[in-house]
Structures are given as structure tokens and as C-alpha cells.
Nanobody
Framework: QVQLVESGGGLVQPGGSLKLSCAASGGILSVYDMDWYRQAPGKQRELVAGISRDFSINYGDAVKGRFTISRDNAKNTVYLQMNSLKPEDTAVYYC?????????????WGQGTQVTVSS
């Protein structure tokens, strides 16, 4: 059972930056694909960025060019560097670890960290 703990959220002014971290325990992060999702009030959860086990990366259209996802398997941690933040980036950000072995899907979520972008 993998436990994920996000940190680094907070209140930031528009144009500012934050770096989120997702620390894993109870499992080896290197065997999982890792994603960051976010959910704003009244909206569906959306994919922000993903980094696969072989370090392939993808971003949601809303954050391309502003956010950077990375992973440090030695530290069992995934990061999300968020620059040029906008009020519409305000949401709870969740870390997800997932992998599929044959027909079995392993899917783990953190508790989320609040990011608020406001002046």
C-alpha cells in the first residue's frame, strides 16, 4: 500500500511561484507513473501534469509553459514547479501514483494540498 503526502501549497499572488512535493512511502515510486491533478470548487478534477516511469512527460493545456513536473526516485518524491500563477490555478492539488500489471490497476491518491492564487 502506497501512501502519498503532498506539501508546498499555500497562498500566492498572481504571477508568483510555488513548488509542490509529493512524498511516497510504503512503496517504490520508480515503478509507478505519477500524475498531478487539481480540483477547483464546483469543477471536475483535471489532469495537470504527468510523468511516467520512463520519464515521459505530459501537461494539461492550461499549464503548458508555466508548470514543470519532475521526479526524484532516489527520494521517492515527485515535484510540481508552478510559475506565473493565475487566479484560475486556485484549486486543491492531488498527487496520484498508478500502474497496471496485466488486468490489475494500482491507483493511489494523496490527501491534497490547497493552492490559492489571489492578490
Amino acid at each position: 500500500q502506497v501512501q502519498l503526502v503532498e506539501s508546498g501549497g499555500g497562498l500566492v499572488q498572481p504571477g508568483g511561484s510555488l513548488k509542490l512535493s509529493c512524498a511516497a512511502s510504503g512503496g517504490i515510486l520508480s515503478v509507478y507513473d505519477m500524475d498531478w491533478y487539481r480540483q477547483a470548487p464546483g469543477k471536475q478534477r483535471e489532469l495537470v501534469a504527468g510523468i511516467s516511469r520512463d520519464f515521459s512527460i505530459n501537461y494539461g493545456d492550461a499549464v503548458k509553459g508555466r508548470f514543470t513536473i519532475s521526479r526524484d526516485n532516489a527520494k521517492n518524491t515527485v515535484y510540481l514547479q508552478m510559475n506565473s500563477l493565475k487566479p484560475e490555478d486556485t484549486a486543491v492539488y492531488y498527487c496520484n501514483a498508478n500502474k497496471r500489471i496485466l488486468a490489475v490497476v494500482y491507483d493511489y491518491w494523496g490527501q491534497g494540498t490547497q493552492v490559492t492564487v489571489s492578490s
